[in-house]
């Protein structure tokens, strides 16, 4: 395996929480695996490695939940179902199940807690979520969700690749079905009165991913 920056990532981590490479090897190349499939043009693995640079760029030590919930948080990715979220989640509780019954010292349940609502919030980001685990905050999760979405703040090219890959993703909807729940889905995000909930980030961002969302409606 090559050290992509989410591996290296991914190390690190390890390390951190004292995990044997025994137990945690199977489970990243897993992940590799699924990251890489075929049907994947933005939820790979590069995704996760500037889901990591935002994260750390704007929190100097987010906590291992957060951590994990990046690498898990998009593991199963289907466009046609509507359980990834929860399949994601399912898989990572069954690695940090193995982690800390092989030695780890972290707490599991509040790890488990954590990175549960970090991963399930993702399935809607328009919903306002409020934290009720002793184990995250709610800044923590507004930071995650925002570091997630920060890809409708980028450049333009880059924002203009990102939804060619989006539609690669959904190549089995037709045009007009894709241009109609695009659509939908720009017009729901631009209504919306606050987009990024960290202040940090909403400072910056909030104004170029309306205007990178408003160009791509002009589209649809």
């Known amino acids: 395996m090559s050290k992509t920056k989410a591996k290296r990532y991914w190390l690190a981590l390890m390390k951190e929480l004292g995990v044997d490479e025994l137990i945690w090897r199977p489970f990243f190349v897993e992940l590799e695996k699924l990251y890489r499939e075929k049907h994947r043009a933005y939820h790979r693995l590069k995704h996760i490695g500037q889901f990591l640079d935002h994260l750390y760029k704007f929190s100097p030590s987010p906590s291992v939940a957060m951590r994990l919930a990046v690498f898990f948080h998009d593991a199963v990715y289907n466009p046609k179902s509507k359980t990834n979220e929860f399949d994601s989640w399912l898989m990572a509780k069954s690695f940090i199940a193995a982690a800390c019954t092989a030695g780890s010292k972290q707490n599991e349940q509040a790890i488990l807690s954590a990175v549960e609502m970090l991963i399930m919030a993702t399935a809607s980001h328009t919903e306002k979520r409020i934290v009720d685990s002793p184990a995250l905050s709610q800044e923590e999760l507004d930071l995650f969700l925002d570091c997630d979405l920060l890809i409708l703040a980028a450049e333009r090219r880059a924002y203009d690749r990102y939804c060619r890959q989006i539609r690669f993703e959904y190549s089995h909807i037709s045009d007009t079905d894709f241009r ?35 160009r791509e409606l002009l589209r649809c």
């Open 180 to 214: 109609a729940g695009r659509g939908a889905f720009l017009t729901k995000f631009i209504k919306e009165p606050v987009l990024f909930r960290t202040p940090a980030i909403s400072s910056f961002a909030d104004r170029k991913a309306r205007a990178n969302m408003a």
